[in-house]
Structure formats: C-alpha cells, structure tokens
T-cell receptor
C-alpha cells in the first residue's frame, strides 16, 4: 500500500538550532518525493522535490532534503531555524501524474 | 509568479445545502485536483481531472461530489447536499507536464467550508 509516515507530530526547536523532520514512505514504483509547508491559514507551498539524480536536493528558504532509498526516507533539514519557519510541514509521495499521498504533517514551533 | 486562485475563501452553509467551490488553475496547466483537509488532519486526495474527465477519485468522492470545468479557466467542486462531516479546508491544485514525467502540484490557498 502507498503511504507516507511522519513520525513526529510536533517538534519544538530554538531559533538558530538545526532541524530535521523525518519522512518515510511506502510506494510500489519509483517515487517522486515532495515537502510542502503550510503556514497558519495558508495553502500548501512547495519547499522542494526529488525526482531522480543527486539524492540531496536543495529547496527554498534554506531547506534541503536527502533521499535514502535503502531506508525509504526523505528527511527534511535546515541548519539554522528562523522564527518564521514555524509552520506545518507535509511530506508527500507520488508517481507520474498520479495523485500525491500526504503524510499527517509535523507541526514546527520555534522558540526565541 | 503564476498562482492557483480559489473562491470563496470561507463559506458557511446549512446542512443539506448545495455548495460550489471555484478554482482558477494556472493557465497552461493540464491536470487539476481537489484535496481536502479536515481540521487538524492530513491532506486527503479527492479527485483528479484531465482532458475534461475524471482520471482518478478517492472513496471520499462519492455521488454527492462532482467536478466540472465549465469553461477554459474555471474548475469547480460541487457538493450536492452538504453534511456536517464535509466541514474542511478544500484545496485546488493544478500541474503541468514536466520533462521527467513527474507531477508538481501548485496549490491554491484553500476554501474553508463550514457546515452547520
């Protein structure tokens, strides 16, 4: 079955600290992987995506993610978190023009 | 930057009423989607639409739901007789073909539906 698991429902970090949000997926074919961010009351904004090639991908706002096929993971990282990064982060998997399957999301809080 | 626009941003309706949520996808996109997010829960796929027909739908998308592309720009989601459990944020998305064959969705800001 196709699924995405984000093990951490809620994470709190201090401003300036590093961040890693976990994502594991189950997908029968070659996956296309995405991270979206949702600020309160807002829509979903694409942070980054992985299709093929280099397994470390760079996104907007200083985020990066690493695809590890052996672990079926696509974790999101940022070396230094800013207060404006507080939001909900969704990992998603899809293939071709099929639907995206989203994880349950991780809510990030940032302490000053 | 091109964007997907959705109207209304918030609609309150009585149970049993019909609701139409409207979306204007990005103009050169060919694939259209509706997702919903019940408060505090994950984003769920409802339906995808391509070449003027539904290409895939989820089990949530029952006979109470329908989609239409009435003209060259709008993409609508209709709920015929709303239920309390239809209260959610509804997101429209569109995508264009990429050279890799992958699907990159651009989402609208959402329409919040409250059913009383």
């Amino acid at each position: 079955a196709q699924s995405v698991t984000q093990p951490d429902i809620h994470i709190t970090v201090s401003e300036g600290a590093s961040l890693e949000l976990r994502c594991n997926y189950s997908y029968g074919a070659t996956p296309y992987l995405f991270w979206y961010v949702q600020s309160p009351g807002q829509g979903l904004q694409l942070l980054l995506k992985y299709f093929s090639g280099d397994t470390l991908v760079q996104g907007i706002k200083g985020f990066e993610a690493e695809f590890k096929r052996s672990q079926s993971s696509f974790n999101l990282r940022k070396p230094s978190v800013h207060w404006s990064d507080a939001a909900e982060y969704f990992c998603a998997v899809g293939g071709g023009y099929n639907k995206l399957i989203f994880g349950a999301g991780t809510r990030l809080a940032v302490h000053p | 930057e091109p964007e997907v626009t959705q109207t209304p941003s918030h609609q309150v309706t009585q149970m049993g009423q019909e609701v139409i949520l409207r979306c204007v996808p990005i103009s050169n996109h060919l694939y259209f989607y509706w997702y919903r997010q019940i408060l505090g829960q994950k984003v769920e796929f409802l339906v995808s639409f391509y070449n003027n027909e539904i290409s895939e739908k989820s089990e949530i998308f029952d006979d109470q739901f329908s989609v239409e592309r009435p003209d060259g720009s709008n993409f609508t989601l209709k709920i015929r007789s709303t239920k309390l459990e239809d209260s959610a944020m509804y997101f429209c998305a569109s995508s264009e073909p990429t050279s890799s064959g992958a699907n990159v969705l651009t989402f609208g800001a959402g329409s919040r539906l409250t059913v009383l």
